[in-house]
Antibody, heavy 116, light 106 residues
Framework: QVQLVQSGAEVRKPGASVKVSCKVSGYTFTRYEINWVRQATGQGLEWMGWMNPNSGNPGYAQKFQGRVTMTRNASIGTVYMELGSLRSDDTAVYYC?????????WGQGTAVTVSS | SYELTQPLSVSVALGQTARLTCGGKNIGNKNVHWYQQKPGQAPVLVISRDSSRPSGIPERFSGSNSGNTATLTISRAQAGDEADYYCQVWDTNIAVFGGGTKLTVL
């Protein structure tokens, strides 16, 4: 079945960076965009950007421009999201989610904690 | 930037119909997607492109979109429908989410 499986929880200090992976299975990797969405505790969903797995071209929300990098390794069906210059308010659960016409499959989420 | 407005909370009696709204300027010209999120879980797509139900979503869930308001309708509300619901659109290749509505089933 179609699955997005994310890497495990991370703890970082302020100023550091974190890289989260999202491995897809059950469908052709290049057919669907992968989005990254985060959610702080008790807050709503916040879109960070997306990756076209076919071309490798990313698109980022303006808020994260300069701090986020999305890449992919097509040979292993994996998309990565790296967020740098971490601050305490980057503490959140980070999700990858497939698709443009509705994000129809989501990863299980990766908790990232930023704390000194 | 484009904004979507959702009421913070909606209550519905068990077995009745809940209507959750999502407001945005000329949102009727956009495709609206709706997600259900239960505590501790990832969101689930319940309506795509205004009114399409993905496989596995009950027929009790329906959607409409016109003018400045999109609506998610949940008929015969069940206790298991209690969750946060988010609307989402694309605006010039940027995904925008509404702030979310907490649905309480009484």
């Amino acid at each position: 079945q179609v699955q997005l499986v994310q890497s495990g929880a991370e703890v970082r200090k302020p100023g550091a960076s974190v890289k989260v992976s999202c491995k897809v299975s059950g469908y052709t990797f290049t057919r669907y965009e992968i989005n990254w969405v985060r959610q702080a505790t008790g807050q709503g969903l916040e879109w960070m950007g997306w990756m076209n797995p076919n071309s490798g071209n990313p698109g980022y929300a303006q808020k994260f421009q300069g701090r986020v990098t999305m890449t992919r390794n097509a040979s292993i069906g994996t998309v990565y999201m790296e967020l740098g210059s971490l601050r305490s308010d980057d503490t959140a659960v980070y999700y990858c989610a497939r698709g443009y016409n509705g994000m129809d499959v989501w990863g299980q989420g990766t908790a990232v904690t930023v704390s000194s | 930037s484009y904004e979507l407005t959702q009421p913070l909370s909606v209550s519905v009696a068990l077995g009745q119909t809940a209507r959750l709204t999502c407001g945005g300027k000329n949102i009727g010209n956009k495709n609206v997607h709706w997600y259900q999120q239960k505590p501790g879980q990832a969101p689930v797509l319940v309506i795509s492109r205004d009114s399409s139900r993905p496989s596995g979503i009950p027929e009790r869930f329906s959607g409409s979109n016109s003018g400045n308001t999109a609506t998610l309708t949940i008929s015969r509300a069940q206790a298991g429908d209690e969750a946060d619901y988010y609307c989402q659109v694309w605006d010039t290749n940027i995904a925008v989410f509404g702030g979310g509505t907490k649905l309480t089933v009484l």
